[in-house]
């Protein structure tokens, strides 16, 4: 369950938005980034980091599980 990732796809995204808006793409990528708790988004490696874990033997007892990737943008509880 990955959050905003810096991606192509999002940076489109950003740059309709920051037109819309009458921002910057940087204005609208730190609005992201300020819901985070780190503070940034994410990038692909550390989706794919996640993702080579899961498929790693370290995970062979792992049957299933929602893996939020998220850094820290989810605030509920399960």
């Not at 905003?4 to 009458?22: F, G, H, K, M, S």
């Not at 692909?44 to 929602?66: D, H, K, Q, R």
Request: cysteine-free; glycine content about 8%; aromatic content about 8%.
């Amino acid at each position: 369950m990955p959050a905003w990732t810096a991606t192509d796809r999002v940076l489109e995204l950003d740059t309709n938005r920051a037109r819309l808006n009458q921002t910057t793409l940087e204005e609208e990528r730190q609005k992201k980034a300020r819901e985070t708790s780190v503070g940034r988004i994410g990038t692909p490696e550390e989706f794919a980091n996640a993702a080579v874990f899961l498929l790693s033997p370290a995970a062979s007892y792992i049957t299933g599980v929602m893996l939020t990737i998220d850094g820290g943008l989810y605030k509920g509880l399960f």
